[in-house]
């Protein structure tokens, strides 16, 4: 037979049936059920019941069948139908059922609304054919509980947490949600609060098998109340489909502990302008991160975790965040690193090992200063290893405002600054970076800026050129390995005093240490600098002032060192200079007014490139010290000129060699011939009788018409 059919327009709620007995109805394809509810006529109110007391059962599909109602069941059995106990089509009515029983039904008991399962009560449903309780997706906008005894709850649509009274959904420990193929939890406004015990809440796809990606996830919208939302001792897994993530979060922070995140397509947790607390969770074989943050303004708490076998980075965090990371293991994930978005570091950082000792920089410059009086200090411990993207860096210091960088390694586990290809090349990131407000290291107290024991390499991409870039700093770079960068080793401008020692600074595809312009003062001690494609060492201002010793500079593609007159003083004769092309050091001539400066005997020639002339003044002697052993090769045309220039003081020239250890100045062309170079030349008012010359090889001068000969000897000043 057909069956009891209630349509839209019953709004009374007067309908009642008490101790029935309904059976074998359901002969409607359109309604099939001993019962129906059908809202068609909607428009009208919904059609409502209340039942007690009574059996249905032997309907050909369902027990009841409802297109939207409001249906309230109490102390009832919907048993031995079809198909379903209670089938409700659409998901938007109101079903209250209480103290019943629904079993024996050939799928499910009941098929409910997601806004009606929190209203199930305390009803056996056990016995069906298919065990659990189908959901319809739609919107909780009432508070209610998900019983075990209710459990599997197979989720059919989208449920959207959602009531102007910000309403809770409990899921009672022991429960299992499986969700058909895009399906998703959101909470939208409103609390999720599934706290498992010994027995977790499950979390899961509805799909035999289930594979990565059945459904969406979990997601947490904006307005979610994050001090009720709680996930403990869940599963959550095989989601990602249309999310990124198992648990998605969007401006929202809730608290995730003691569960388990697993084979999402995608990420297990996503973050996005969102600050979780993730602990104690075990988070694994994710499709690509275990925890993923979108943007800098997320900032979870991510504590005591176990994060293994996702297929790309365990974390991704911006800079600021590594302190957040806490006692967690990371085990056989594709990428053994933790993956930082580059920004300022705003407190003292600490990076160490965590678990793992890479970072990989993935975006933006890691700028590192407090302000004018406050530095902030950015540390490393040994056996670091930060490997940048294009286009990334690390910057100590900017403008007046303090930064202060700690990167000491030691010789058996040294701090590696490098490239993220997997494959380098020179110029793959930008540099390192110490600005006018890095703090100045101190010899005396060990305090400030300091890189010790470190690899720096294949940097240079734009900013500035080099692997690392000094400006009006002082820091010291000692036991370091510098090498690989698309230009120089190490860039030096501006003023300060830069200590540079015992590194090695090689294979660099211009200079090894550049010291551009500016009033700088660095010393350069002690380093093996080779195989660089241009010089060992490039002066290319005259008031900078290197001292320059106990260096090996070796098989560089052009000369050693280019160096200033007035700084030629602070070359010392003992470094070691082999294979250069050419192995000379080149000497860049200008004018001297003060002061002395002496040519040491440092083993090789010097290039003379451009005229040395000594011009003393009403306060300041001037004298030029040429050592036994010096020899001096001129470029054409340019020569040595000793000039009172109507002063006080007469330069002096005190050139002794020996017998054994004569002075040199010759040509330094291939083949000399007379007159390649200018010569030296003593202007009237040279009149202390001071100048003096013994032991010395004069050749190949007199390129002047006007004043020809190797020593001129000149009184226009007379």
């Not at 309403?167 to 299992?176: H, N, Q, R, S």
């Amino acid at each position: 037979w057909f069956g009891l059919i209630f349509f839209g327009g019953n709004t009374n709620a007067n309908s009642e049936m008490d101790y029935c007995i309904v059976e074998f109805g359901g002969s409607s394809s359109q309604n099939p059920g001993n019962i129906i509810l059908d809202n068609y006529y909607g428009h009208y109110g919904s059609p409502q019941l209340n039942i007690k007391n009574s059996i249905i059962r032997y309907g050909k599909e369902h027990g009841i069948y409802s297109t939207g109602g409001n249906l309230t069941i109490d102390n009832s059995e919907v048993r031995d139908n079809d198909k379903y106990g209670i089938y409700n089509k659409s998901g938007g009515d109101i079903c209250q059922i209480t103290n019943s029983v629904m079993s024996g039904n050939g799928e499910y008991g009941v098929r409910i609304g997601a806004n009606s399962v929190g209203k199930l009560g305390s009803n056996d449903i056990s016995g069906n054919v298919k065990a659990g309780t189908w959901v319809l997706g739609g919107t909780i906008t009432d508070e209610g509980i998900w019983e075990k005894n209710k459990t599997p709850f197979i989720v059919d649509g989208d449920i959207n947490i959602n009531g102007s009274t910000d309403p809770k959904l409990t899921i009672e420990p022991g429960v299992e949600l499986r969700f058909g193929i895009s399906s998703r939890l959101t909470v939208n406004k409103g609390s999720l609060y599934a706290v498992g015990t010994t027995e977790s809440i499950k979390f899961t796809s509805n799909a035999v098998p289930a594979s990565e990606g059945n459904w969406d996830g979990i997601y947490f919208a904006d307005g979610t109340v994050d001090s009720a939302t709680v996930l403990d001792s869940c599963i959550v897994e095989y989601g990602g489909l249309n999310t990124n993530a198992n648990l998605y979060f969007n401006l929202s922070s809730p608290t995730i502990r003691n569960s388990i995140i697993s084979n999402s397509s995608k990420n297990g947790i996503f973050c996005t302008n969102a600050s979780p607390t993730i602990d104690n969770n075990t988070i694994i074989n994710n499709g690509t991160y275990g925890i993923y943050c979108n943007e800098l303004a997320s900032r979870p708490v991510i504590t005591n975790n176990r994060i293994n076998d996702n297929t790309g980075y365990p974390v991704r965090i911006a800079a600021n965040n590594i302190k957040d990371l806490i006692a967690n293991v990371f085990t056989n994930n594709g990428k053994q690193a933790i993956e930082i978005m580059g920004e300022r570091i705003i407190g003292d950082l600490n990076i160490g090992d965590i678990g793992l000792k890479r970072y990989d920089v993935v975006s933006d410059i890691i700028t590192v200063y407090g302000d004018t009086t406050t530095a902030v200090k950015l540390t490393i411990d040994p056996g670091v290893e930060i490997r940048f993207a294009e286009m990334t860096g690390l910057q100590i210091g900017s403008g007046e405002n303090k930064g202060i960088l700690r990167a000491i390694g030691t010789d058996s586990d040294r701090i590696k600054f490098t490239s993220s290809m997997d494959v380098p090349v020179k110029g793959s990131w930008e540099n390192i970076v110490f600005d006018d407000g890095a703090v100045d290291y101190d010899t005396a107290t060990g305090v400030g800026t300091i890189m010790e024991n470190c690899v720096v390499e294949y940097g240079g991409q734009s900013n500035n050129d080099e692997n690392i870039y000094i400006l009006n700093s002082s820091p010291k770079i000692s036991k370091c390995e510098i090498k690989e960068s698309r230009t120089n080793g190490i860039k030096i401008n501006g003023s300060g005093n830069a200590i540079v020692s015992a590194c090695t600074i090689g294979n660099n595809g211009s200079n090894g240490i550049y010291i551009m312009s500016g009033t700088s003062n660095p010393t350069i001690s002690g380093n093996n600098i080779s195989n660089n494609t241009g010089y060992g060492i490039w002066q290319g201002y005259t008031v900078t002032r290197p001292v320059i010793s106990g260096n090996s500079i070796s098989n560089n593609g052009s000369y050693p060192i280019r160096i200033f007159a007035n700084s030629i003083s602070g070359l010392n004769n003992d470094n070691i200079y082999t294979g250069n092309n050419p192995n000379l050091i080149e000497l860049m001539g200008e004018g001297v007014y003060a002061g002395e400066i002496t040519f040491q005997d440092i083993g090789i020639p010097y290039y003379i490139n451009g005229s040395v002339n000594l011009s003393g003044r009403n306060d300041y002697a001037v004298r030029m010290t040429i050592e036994a052993g010096v020899e001096m090769r001129f470029k054409k045309g340019y020569g040595l000129g000793f000039n009172r220039s109507n002063e006080t003081y007469p330069p002096e020239l005190k050139a002794i060699g020996t017998a054994l250890k004569p002075i040199k100045l010759t040509s330094v062309e291939s083949v000399p011939a007379r007159g390649d170079w200018f010569g030296l030349i003593f202007f009237g008012g040279n009149t202390n009788a001071n100048s003096e010359m013994d032991y010395c090889i004069v050749e190949f001068g007199g390129s002047s018409s006007q004043n020809p000969g190797n020593i001129i000897l000149d009184n226009y000043y007379g």
